[in-house]
């Protein structure tokens, strides 16, 4: 009877803590993007007194079946004991994200059925082991998903072959289909949706959704959306490592390209900058002797631009020397910039298929500028979208345009359709009148400058800057204590949210002589926004990006 009473209460707590802890390591090994590593930094993440209390109820098991005193009731108040404190630390941090697809589903099938095989292994040998070695559920777990990303790599592998051989057959079909790609280490989703307004005025046209720019996420979209009647296809290609956009080359096919940029993100998996220059030259490389738009105020993308032998096309920025000062000189996304008034900053460059923007004037309402093809004015142009980096991405759209002949009135109109980008540059405005701009998709220290001066164009007293730092960079605490120093140049407050970056910002912050009285410091996005939404009318607000839950 003893035995029965044990196996139930055991099966139960199984289950509250499976219920409890597996949907956080789910998310986590999500975010991660289903690495096998994932598994190993979820260890590292556990709580210290989680693993204590392991360590405490082995010791205590063991020692109390050797001398015979620790009968099944016993184990049964404990047991008992060590999940209710095991649900309370899960309990204790934010909620879950995960997001339920079939992949996750498949996963989830293999995770459950090792743990029971393994649990059923134990039960056999001896119950008893099985209650001392599989109540650290916490620490059995990550192993448990380990196994079980192991085992789905032959099918997961096979799965994508089919999906991505599927997508092949359907661009191979579409013959008349022309493909544009588009790269960079920042600006691919505001140059794909400010391309894909100015064409659909003419062309039908698919785009890739958000920022769906993996194999998965491109091959998805042309197996669900591409039809017969799509004279054009839009794809962002996006990457951590080399070697995956020739990959996305490969699948897709460009016959145009676009390279926004080169910056200092996801080096810590490039190796550097000079490996993320490489990869994104995967690009231009694949299209050789096709058609490729370059940013030249990249120093980087510059460079790429004066080696390709392709039909190639160039945009720039020509602004006055006090517009540079403030706003770009100092910037590395700009770090060519010669800086002599009413001079073109790149007067030495070919003046063959090369779009610039000048006689500029931004605003809180966006900017006007005109635009010159070849040294000839060949429209003027306004736009609800802030900071002068969107008119770098205006520009590199445009070349794309007229390359395939769009006409200058059906760019205008493409232009004006463009709305705020959602998480770009995106203001919105609160029932007190604070203005809030949301920036929390991808912030980079390259276009920190930028984003950061579009503050000085509103005129509020409470210029406030809410932002987690930043990541993936070569070194996160030199990073983020320039992106601290950098903030005290154009905010009167600051708001730091999470741990992660925190100390490094306030160094950065406290170099400038910024006064750290008017720094909060926040564990979460919530606690921010509660301070956000109690602001008066004399206050703007740039939220400078955001970091994946998998980050405290």
Not at 20 to 34: A, D, I, N, R, T
Not at 255 to 284: C, M, W
Not at 411 to 417: C, D, E, F, N, T
């Amino acid at each position: 009877m003893g035995l029965i009473v044990f196996n139930v209460v055991y099966v139960f707590c199984f289950v509250v803590s499976i219920v409890s802890m597996s949907p956080k390591l789910f998310e986590y090994v999500q975010l991660e993007g289903y690495k096998i590593s994932s598994s190993l930094k979820y260890y590292l993440r556990l709580p210290l007194s989680l693993y204590l209390l392991t360590m405490l109820h082995i010791v205590l098991s063991i020692w109390g079946y050797e001398v015979g005193f620790l009968d099944w009731w016993v184990c049964i108040i404990f047991f008992a004991l060590y999940m209710f404190l095991i649900v309370l630390i899960f309990n204790r941090d934010c909620g879950v994200n995960v997001v339920v697809t079939k992949r996750l589903i498949r996963l989830i099938v293999s995770y459950v059925a090792i743990y029971l095989l393994m649990l059923l292994l134990i039960f056999v040998i001896d119950y008893y082991w099985c209650f001392v070695l599989f109540v650290p559920f916490a620490i059995v777990a990550p192993v448990d998903m380990m196994i079980a990303l192991v085992v789905n790599i032959p099918l997961e592998k096979l799965i994508g072959y089919y999906y991505i051989n599927k997508a092949r057959k359907k661009l191979r079909d579409a013959r008349n289909l022309i493909r544009v790609g588009i790269t960079g280490s920042f600006g691919k989703t505001s140059v794909k949706e400010i391309l894909s307004s100015i064409l659909s005025e003419v062309y039908s046209i698919l785009v890739t959704p958000k920022s769906f720019n993996t194999p998965f996420g491109i091959t998805k979209t042309i197996n669900a959306n591409l039809n017969n009647h799509h004279e054009i296809f839009i794809a962002e290609m996006g990457a951590k490592a080399r070697g995956e956009i020739l990959e996305l080359c490969n699948l897709v096919r460009p016959d145009i390209g676009i390279v926004t940029s080169v910056g200092r993100q996801h080096t810590n998996t490039f190796g550097g900058v000079e490996g993320v220059y490489f990869a994104k030259k995967e690009l231009p490389d694949y299209l050789h002797n096709k058609s490729c738009v370059f940013n030249l105020t990249n120093k980087y993308v510059f460079s790429m631009y004066r080696e390709y032998v392709g039909d190639k096309w160039g945009v720039y920025l020509s602004l006055p020397a006090d517009v540079l000062e403030k706003a770009v000189i100092k910037s590395s996304r700009f770090s060519l910039v010669y800086g002599k008034y009413d001079r073109s900053i790149f007067y030495f460059y070919p003046r063959n298929n090369v779009l610039s923007a000048r006689n500029i004037v931004s605003s809180s309402k966006g900017s006007s500028f005109d635009v010159w093809l070849n040294g000839e004015c060949v429209v003027s142009l306004s736009t609800e979208l802030l900071g002068i980096h969107n008119i770098i991405n205006i520009l590199l759209a445009m070349a794309v345009a007229m390359k395939m002949g769009v006409a200058v009135d059906n760019v205008i109109k493409g232009v004006k359709k463009v709305k705020f980008i959602n998480a770009r540059m995106q203001p919105y405005y609160l029932s007190s009148g604070a203005v809030v701009i949301n920036n929390g998709y991808n912030s980079n220290i390259d276009t920190a400058r930028s984003t950061l001066s579009t503050l000085a164009l509103f005129d509020k007293n409470r210029k406030i800057v809410v932002t987690p730092g930043l990541i993936e960079t070569e070194d996160d605490v030199t990073y983020n204590r320039k992106f601290g120093e950098l903030i005290a140049k154009f905010a009167t407050d600051v708001i730091i949210v999470k741990r992660k970056n925190r100390q490094a910002i306030l160094l950065g912050l406290g170099n400038a002589c910024f006064d750290l009285s008017r720094v909060m410091c926040v564990d979460s996005f919530a606690a921010a926004k509660s301070v956000i939404d109690g602001l008066n009318s004399d206050s703007v607000v740039l939220i400078e990006n955001d970091l994946p839950d998998n980050y405290k």
